[in-house]
C-alpha cells in the first residue's frame, strides 16, 4: 500500500501547481457562497412582491427565510472536505472523466454552475464507498487538511489513486488526523470521515427504520444525525410538513449534538429529551423505585387501557329529540347495537365517541327521510349538538380527561383494583396508590412517570400527530411505556434507534433489541451493529471491555482503530489532592478535560480544584472559557472528552442497582487519556487482571 504523497511542502513544481490550483478554485467557491447568501437575502425581501395570494407569499416566505438563515449560520468549517475524479471506464457512467469537489452543502457560482456537491447527492456515496476493489468509476479520492483556526485555510490535501490499486482507508493521514482531532466544545459532524458501514446506514430510505447497535466511539450518534440531514436533503417536502424529531437522554446530551444539524444545512430540526416531549411542565414529585418500576412496565398500557374502555356503558333510556312538530325517537335497544358495533370496531376513544354522534344523527336522518323530508349538513350539525343527543352521548360514552382518569386510578383502591385485576398484583397495586390523594385534579402533582401514563391515556383517545422521521439515541435505556410514547408519534414514519445495550442504565434497560424495537412499533425492522471504534483509544477501551461479562448482555465488543491514546490506574491515599495534580498535568496538553465521579464525591472534589485556582465548569453545557468539566457519573452518557478522569470507580458500581454499567459509560467518555484514580480496591473485574494497580499503558 502506498501512503499519502501529495502535499503543498514538496519540492514537485506539479504538486505546487496543483495546490496553486486548489487555492484559487477555494477563493472562486467562498465567493460563489458569497453570492448566494446575498441573493437569499435579496429574494427575502422581494419575494412577497412576486407571490400571486397571500397563502403562496406566506409560503414562499418561510421557505426562502429558511434558506437565507441556512447559508447565514455557515459554520466556520471548510466549504468541502475532498474531491472526486473519475475515469473513463464504463463504471464511471454519466460521471465519465469529471471531477467534483464534495461538501457540506452545495454551492453554485452566479450562472447555476455547481462548483461544490452536497455530501448527501447521489454521487457523493462513492467519496465514502469507493475502494481498490470497488472502485465505482472512481480514478482518485482527494481529502483537504485545513487550519482549525478562524477563517479557515487550505493547508494541503492527499490523493488515494484508486485506478492504482490504492485504498488508504481510515490509514489516511489527513483522515485519522480529523478523527484524532482534540475535543473541544459540542460534538462535530463527520462528512469528511464517514466509513462505508456508517454511509450506506446513513443513506437507507425514508420508509426504513434502523436499530443501530454501536460500541463506545463508533459513530452511531453521528450517523443518527447525519442520516436526519440526508433524509431532510432527499425528502425535503415530505419532512419538512411533518417535521424531523431527535430525541436524546438529557439537556446535556442535546446540547453537546447541538451544532452537528445546524453545520450540516438543517436548522429546523426539533431536538428534545423525552420528557419535553410528553409535557412543556416538568415533573413536580418524585416516584419511589418500585412506584416507577411499575408505572414503566408494559402492563401498565393494558390496565389503561381497561379503565378507559369501562368508561363506556349500556345506554338505559332511549333517545327523543323534538324537531318541529315530529318527535324522533330511538330505542335504547338501538342505541346499544351501535356502542357493542363500534366498541368492536377497535378505533381510539375519541374517535369512537364522535363516531356513535354521528350514527345517532344518521339514524334520526333516516327518520325524516321516511317522510320525504331530506335534511341538510346544518340540520345535521344543530341535532349532533342538541341536549338529549349530548346526554345520551355523555352517559353512554362520556367524554374523558387523562388526568381525571389517571387521578381517579391512583386515588382510589377499588377503581384500581377493577382495572388491574389480573394484570396488576396487589402489592404493586398498593405500590402506585397515593399515600395521600390530591383534593382536586388540579392540585395533582405529576411524575415523569406519570406524564408516560398520561400520554398513554390521552393516545388511547386520540393519537398525537406523527413526525416525518424520529431519531432515538440511547434507546436501550427506554422503558416499555417510554417506546410507546415514541411509538405513537412515528405510527405512520420511520425510527432511527440508536444505542448500546452495554451502556443500559435504566432500572428497565433493554437487554435484547428486537424487543426494544417492538416496543417501539417497529417489529421487523433490522439490528446492525457497529464494532468498528474510531473514538475511544483501543488502550482505553480493551480496559473497559473487561467489564463486559459482568453487564450481562449480548452487545459484541467494541474493537478501536486508534493506537495513540493513554490508559494510567493509579491507587491514591487522598484523591482530593491527587484529582488536582492530575487536572493540572492534563491542562498542559490540549483538549477537553472532564472530573468524573458519583454525585457525593464530586462536590469535594470541585471544591479543591477551585482552591487550587481551576477554573471547573459543572453546568454540563460546555462553557467555552473552561476546559475543565466535573461531571456526575449519572449525566456522562453519550459525552466524550479528550482527558478524562474517572475517580474511585468502585463508589460509581455501588451507587445504583445497574452501577456495573455505569462504569462502562464512564470509562468510554475518554477520547485520548483516561486517568483512573481510587483509595478503594478496584471494582473485582478490573482488579482482578495481572498488573492493573498503578500502571500506565500507552
Keep these: 500500500m502506498s501512503s499519502p504523497s501529495l502535499t503543498p511542502h514538496t519540492e514537485s513544481a506539479h504538486l505546487d501547481r496543483e495546490f496553486a490550483d486548489e487555492l484559487a478554485f477555494l477563493r472562486r467557491a467562498r465567493r460563489a457562497l458569497a453570492w448566494m447568501t446575498e441573493h437569499a437575502r435579496m429574494r427575502v425581501a422581494t419575494g412577497e412582491q412576486v407571490a400571486g395570494d397571500g397563502y403562496a407569499a406566506e409560503q414562499l416566505g418561510r421557505m426562502l427565510k429558511s434558506h437565507a438563515k441556512e447559508l447565514a449560520e455557515e459554520p466556520d468549517s471548510p466549504l468541502y472536505f475532498g474531491r472526486l475524479r473519475f475515469g473513463t471506464g464504463p463504471d464511471a457512467g454519466e460521471h465519465r472523466d469529471q471531477s467534483y469537489h464534495i461538501g457540506r452543502r452545495r454551492i453554485t457560482d452566479e450562472s447555476g454552475q455547481p462548483l461544490v456537491i452536497d455530501w448527501r447527492a447521489p454521487v457523493s456515496s462513492r467519496f465514502y464507498r469507493a475502494s481498490a476493489h470497488d472502485r465505482q468509476g472512481v480514478a482518485s479520492r482527494r481529502r483537504f487538511g485545513w487550519t482549525t483556526r478562524h477563517p479557515v485555510e487550505l493547508t494541503g490535501f492527499e490523493d488515494e489513486r484508486l485506478d492504482h490499486g490504492e485504498d488508504l482507508g481510515v490509514r489516511s493521514r489527513l483522515l ?45 450518534t453521528a450517523v443518527g444525525l447525519h442520516r436526519a440531514a440526508y433524509l431532510l436533503y432527499t425528502h425535503r417536502r415530505q419532512l419538512r410538513r411533518h417535521g424531523v424529531l431527535v430525541v436524546g437522554p438529557n439537556r446535556a446530551f442535546l446540547h453537546y449534538i447541538s451544532a452537528v444539524l445546524p453545520a450540516l444545512g438543517e436548522v429546523d430540526v426539533r431536538q428534545r429529551t423525552l420528557d419535553e416531549v410528553l409535557s412543556e411542565r416538568p415533573p413536580t414529585t418524585v416516584d419511589t423505585d418500585e412506584a416507577a418500576r411499575v408505572k414503566h412496565d408494559v402492563r401498565m398500557a393494558a390496565v389503561l387501557r381497561r379503565a378507559l374502555y369501562a368508561q363506556i356503558t349500556e345506554p338505559a333510556e332511549s ?26 370496531e377497535d378505533v381510539p376513544y375519541g374517535v369512537g365517541r364522535e363516531r356513535l354522534r354521528a350514527r345517532i344523527v344518521a339514524l334520526l336522518q333516516r327518520q325524516l327521510e321516511t317522510r320525504a323530508e331530506t335534511p341538510g349538513k346544518t340540520w345535521a350539525q344543530k341535532i349532533g349538538r342538541a341536549r338529549p343527543v349530548a346526554a345520551a352521548l355523555d352517559h353512554a360514552w362520556p367524554k374523558v380527561r387523562p388526568e381525571e382518569l389517571l387521578a381517579t386510578l391512583l386515588a382510589d383502591p377499588e377503581a384500581l383494583a377493577r382495572a388491574a385485576d389480573g394484570i396488576l398484583t396487589a402489592d404493586e397495586q398498593k405500590t402506585i396508590l397515593w399515600q395521600r390523594p390530591p383534593r382536586s385534579v388540579r392540585s395533582a402533582r405529576w411524575s415523569a412517570a406519570d406524564h408516560v401514563l398520561l400520554d398513554e391515556i390521552a393516545g388511547l383517545i386520540e393519537p398525537p400527530a406523527s413526525h416525518g422521521h424520529i431519531v432515538v439515541d440511547e434507546a436501550q435505556d427506554l422503558s416499555p411505556m417510554q ?55 483501543a488502550e482505553v477501551l480493551a480496559f473497559a471491555n473487561r467489564l463486559l461479562p459482568g453487564l450481562h448482555v449480548t452487545a459484541p465488543p467494541t474493537r478501536s482503530v486508534r493506537v495513540d491514546g493513554t490508559l494510567r490506574v493509579r491507587q491514591e491515599p487522598d484523591l482530593a489532592v491527587a484529582t488536582v495534580a492530575t487536572v493540572h498535568a492534563a491542562l498542559d496538553r490540549a483538549g477537553s478535560i472532564a472530573v468524573i465521579a458519583t454525585d457525593a464525591l464530586l462536590a469535594t472534589l470541585v471544591t479543591a480544584l477551585r482552591a487550587a485556582g481551576v477554573e471547573v465548569d459543572t453546568t454540563q453545557e460546555g462553557h467555552p472559557d473552561r476546559r475543565v468539566t466535573a461531571l456526575p457519573a449519572v449525566l456522562a452518557k453519550g459525552l466524550e472528552f479528550d482527558h478524562v478522569i474517572v475517580v474511585e470507580p468502585d463508589d460509581i458500581v455501588r451507587a445504583e442497582p445497574r452501577g456495573l454499567n455505569r462504569l462502562y459509560v464512564v470509562l468510554t467518555r475518554a477520547v485520548s487519556r483516561l486517568d483512573v484514580l481510587h483509595s478503594q480496591p478496584l471494582p473485582e473485574l478490573l482488579a482482578n487482571v495481572p498488573g492493573t494497580a498503578d500502571r500506565t499503558y500507552r
Design 176 to 220: 485519522t488526523a480529523e478523527i484524532e482531532r482534540p475535543r473541544v466544545g459540542p460534538m462535530r459532524d463527520i462528512v469528511a470521515t464517514i466509513q462505508p458501514e456508517q454511509d450506506e446506514m446513513v443513506r437507507a430510505d425514508l420508509d426504513r427504520s434502523l436499530c443501530v447497535q454501536g460500541g463506545p466511539g463508533t459513530g452511531k
Design 319 to 344: 333517545i327523543v329529540v323534538p324537531d318541529g312538530s315530529y318527535r324522533l325517537r330511538i330505542s335504547a335497544t338501538a342505541l346499544a347495537r351501535q356502542v357493542v358495533e363500534i366498541r368492536g
Design 483 to 537: 417506546c410507546r410514547v415514541l411509538a405513537r408519534r412515528s405510527q405512520h414514519a420511520s425510527l432511527t434507534v440508536l444505542g448500546d445495550l452495554a451502556q443500559g442504565t435504566s432500572p428497565w434497560a433493554a437487554s435484547d433489541w428486537h424487543e426494544q424495537m417492538a416496543h417501539l412499533g417497529k417489529h421487523d425492522s433490522p439490528v446492525t451493529a457497529l464494532t468498528t471504534g474510531f473514538r475511544v483509544p
